[in-house]
């Protein structure tokens, strides 16, 4: 009978462990969530830390577009024929503007900041601002013409390519003439 005795519950027992398994399961639930929370502060400012690694340069970068800008353009307005006729302290101004220029490219691309906006390439409205749609031979819808480059920062536009896109083709218009 000593067994009978044994095997059954107390009452009075389980009335008194129900608060006490209650309070342990709150405190564990409670312990459960402040770890999560812990763990999605820690992927959150690991997260936040890579975007400031990837994306801290761009308001020094956007500053430096229009440095870059102004070298290209002014290379470019030198006529061919200049370049020729040039004496020697022009055309190594020339060489000196060009080579800044390269590194100022090349800066650029070591810190992640490429350009876009090539001729042939297919138009993307994340990368290109079409301004003109073109009559010409290459595919429709494929940058034409190039008014400004853009920049793209890791995987962010940090700013348009300014371009011209090609509508096709321009049919020859066709008379239809019966006699």
Sequence with gaps: MNNDANSTSNPESEAEASPFEAELAKTRDELLRALAEVENT???AERQSQEARAYGIDRFARDLLPVADTLTRAIAAVPPQWRESADDAS???LTGLELTE???IEAFARHGLKPV????EQFDPNVHQAIAHIASDAPSGSVVEVM???FV???RTLR?????????RAEAPTVD???
Excluded at 117 to 120: I, P, T, W
Excluded at 160 to 168: L, Q, R, T, Y
């Design 148 to 150: 400004q480059v853009g």
């Design 117 to 120: 906006g090539v001729k042939g």
């Design 177 to 179: 003439i019966k006699v």
């Design 160 to 168: 348009p390519a300014i371009v011209a896109v090609s509508s096709g």
């Design 102 to 104: 390269r590194s100022l």
């Design 91 to 93: 055309k190594n101004l």
């Design 153 to 155: 920062l890791a995987d």
């Design 42 to 44: 820690r992927r959150r």
